[in-house]
């Protein structure tokens, strides 16, 4: 095998075991940037050694192996310098007078238990929702912080910088390296969905920028999410999380016309959605409905994007069942946003009027000052109500506010479509 190729298989082989190898190291070395750069020198090695001994049979265990032994020589070192200059090094199990044997059987630990312990270590509440975001992407998802910093529309250094400071901020914590139990638990994994839908959004309704979509940041969650479900498949949430973002995803194709604007719901062409990720949210979300979990935020929310699903025909929507998964969405998660949606989803069942009045006592509300999809909402219940000129100067305000350029674009669109009547 050339070396060329031998290199391809390394590096093959590390993107995809790479988040297994800093987990197990994670676990032990208690420093998740300790234990990034020990599986990055494995990779280093593997690259050096590999075209000379020809690949392994077991890559993944080499890896691992190699990045164990590296490990374990810093161990030594520092408790050699412990011992000759008595000082107490970085907070590690070996100068907690931790044996090099009980450094190897702690990395061989169950892998499952370890992955899931970095997906909540790098979506600990102790960092900000950036940082978890940048973390969770660069550690699970095994991104650059190129393409972090690319698909958010951050800098380079912004990123590296808030990924820096979250890995810091996780070595200075103490905490422990473990997936959390009971009430705790639910805290933290209310904080993993968060972040890994927080990515899924920004690649499916960008906030910013000239692209509507960014499919690939959609796919890293929906990605994680898969992990998620599989290490914790008795929690009826993960599911419903799952089926949201599939039965969204399936829509990527008809979400766009062929000028790259996007396309409202309503006017999509239907037979462009993606049959199969239809198939697999539904089936996720009939799992989070058995496991109890009808009445969760994600489960409702993937209820309703069932309701679309399973329409053939715009027109064949049951809108009224969706505003009333909006009414059972708006008690277990009151927010103006979901306000405002369930204020569409009447529109839709009941008439623009009804709309218009639910839509009246948020106009006040803070949160959704400056947001474009309030005058959006607004500007489309009257136009439905026959007010064009109240409606244009509504999508005039919703294209101002818009921070994405086709979105921009788009509401500008519907305001002068309104002033030709």
């Not at 199969?276 to 994007?305: F, K, N, S, V």
């Not at 007010?387 to 921070?403: S, V, Y």
Request: hydrophobic fraction near 45%.
């Amino acid at each position: 095998m050339e070396a060329s190729d031998t290199h391809r298989v390394a590096e093959t082989v590390f993107r995809i075991e790479r988040a297994r190898l800093i987990a197990g190291l994670n676990r032990m070395v208690r420093d998740v940037g300790f234990a990034e750069d020990l599986a990055q020198e494995a990779l280093v090695t593997a690259l050096s050694e590999w075209p000379k001994t020809g690949v392994p049979q077991n890559p993944a265990g080499w890896l691992m192996a190699t990045a164990k032994r590296r490990a374990i020589d810093v161990f030594r070192r520092r408790r050699m310098q412990a011992q000759k200059h008595t000082e107490i090094g970085h907070d590690l199990s070996l100068e907690r007078d931790t044996t090099i044997e009980e450094v190897e059987a702690a990395m061989d630990d169950d892998i499952g238990d370890e992955r899931l312990s970095l997906i909540f270590t790098a979506c600990h509440p102790l960092l900000s929702v950036d940082a978890r975001v940048a973390l969770t992407l660069r550690l699970i998802g095994g991104l650059t912080t190129e393409e972090i910093a690319r698909a958010f529309l951050s800098s380079e250094a912004t990123i590296a910088q808030r990924i820096v400071r979250a890995k810091k901020t996780l070595a200075a914590s103490g905490l422990a390296y473990e997936v959390p139990r009971g009430e705790e638990r639910d805290r933290r994994l209310a904080a993993v969905l968060e972040v890994i839908y927080l990515i899924f959004n920004e690649g499916y309704a960008a906030s910013a920028g000239d692209e509507p979509l960014r499919p690939q940041l959609c796919a890293e969650a929906m990605r994680l999410s898969r992990i998620l479900s599989g290490l914790l498949s008795q929690e009826p949430e993960v599911h419903g999380l799952l089926a949201l973002m599939e039965l969204h995803a399936s829509r990527f194709p008809a979400r766009t016309g062929a000028d790259g604007a996007p396309v409202m719901i309503t006017e999509q062409n239907r037979a462009r959605w993606d049959r199969l990720l239809i198939q697999h949210g539904l089936t996720a979300l009939g799992r989070a409905e058995r496991l109890g979990g009808a009445d969760g935020p994600y489960a409702l929310q993937a209820a309703i994007a069932a309701c679309h699903a399973r329409a053939p025909r715009a027109e064949a929507t049951d809108w009224r069942q969706i505003a009333t998964l909006y009414d059972r969405l708006s008690r277990v998660m009151p927010s103006p946003v979901v306000d405002l949606n369930r204020a569409i989803a009447h529109s839709m069942a009941f008439g623009p009027e009804t709309g218009l009045e639910l839509l009246a006592p948020l106009e006040a509300e803070p949160a959704l000052q400056g947001y474009a999809g309030m005058p959006a909402a607004r500007g489309d219940f009257l136009m439905r109500a026959g007010r064009r000129a109240e409606a244009k100067a509504a999508f005039e305000q919703a294209a101002r506010l818009a921070g994405n350029a086709a979105e921009r674009q788009f509401l500008a669109a519907r305001a002068a479509a309104c002033g030709s009547g």
